[in-house]
T-cell receptor, first 116, second 114 residues
Framework: DTGVSQNPRHKITKRGQNVTFRCDPISEHNRLYWYRQTLGQGPEFLTYFQNEAQLEKSRLLSDRFSAERPKGSFSTLEIQRTEQGDSAMYLC??????????????FGPGTRLTVL | AQSVTQLDSQVPVFEEAPVELRCNYSSSVSVYLFWYVQYPNQGLQLLLKYLSGSTLVESINGFEAEFNKSQTSFHLRKPSVHISDTAEYFCAVSEETNAGKSTFGDGTTLTVKP
């Protein structure tokens, strides 16, 4: 399958622990996006990358959150000192990143985080 | 900053009936508009988008949406729905000056009953 993949699909952790999620975009996609989705709400933009450069970060992304895309391919999203309010579905999407706005974002299946 | 309001959280309809899912947006600049669909146990997929030109855009599975600038709306319609259209639908907007950042509505659950 050549779609966007995310690992793990589910993560249960205790409050205060650190967690890291991985996203593998579609091959040759230059842009990669992270969103957070809580129950009953739509996805909320967190950040996006053009290749390895992080172009924008939402103010939702507190200093406990950090995202990287070191080689312009896969990306990781780390949450330090997790809180119960961090429980959500974390979505990753990728796009070609050329000639926006003709770009189309392709979404992965998400990582569901539960903080106990 | 842009925002999106989906006016109905749940829309139940019978098979072969018409449906309209309503979406209003707010932005101080020109925007691009999108509808995404999420079928049960699947990821979000782009259904259709408005970038410029004709205000009526269509998808391959019979949905259409019309951009109405004066009413700041982008309602999604289908003249005759199928059971397989049961899904959650999200309206989204991004500003022309920052097309990488999309703002989503809270979604509308469409349930098609036999």
């Amino acid at each position: 399958d050549t779609g966007v993949s995310q690992n793990p699909r589910h993560k249960i952790t205790k409050r205060g622990q650190n967690v890291t999620f991985r996203c593998d975009p579609i091959s040759e996609h230059n842009r990669l996006y992270w969103y957070r989705q809580t129950l009953g709400q739509g996805p909320e933009f967190l950040t996006y990358f053009q290749n390895e450069a992080q172009l924008e970060k939402s103010r939702l992304l507190s200093d406990r959150f950090s995202a990287e895309r070191p080689k312009g391919s896969f990306s990781t999203l780390e949450i330090q000192r997790t809180e119960q309010g961090d429980s959500a579905m974390y979505l990753c999407a990728s796009s070609l990143g050329v000639a926006t706005p003709l770009d189309t974002q392709y979404f992965g299946p998400g990582t569901r985080l539960t903080v106990l | 900053a842009q925002s999106v309001t989906q006016l109905d959280s749940q829309v139940p309809v019978f098979e072969e009936a018409p449906v309209e899912l309503r979406c209003n947006y707010s932005s101080s600049v020109s925007v691009y508009l999108f509808w995404y669909v999420q079928y049960p146990n699947q990821g979000l997929q782009l259904l259709l988008k408005y970038l410029s030109g004709s205000t009526l855009v269509e998808s391959i599975n019979g949905f259409e949406a019309e951009f109405n600038k004066s009413q700041t709306s982008f309602h999604l319609r289908k003249p005759s729905v199928h059971i397989s259209d049961t899904a959650e639908y999200f309206c989204a907007v991004s500003e022309e000056t920052n097309a990488g950042k999309s703002t989503f509505g809270d979604g509308t659950t469409l349930t098609v009953k036999p």
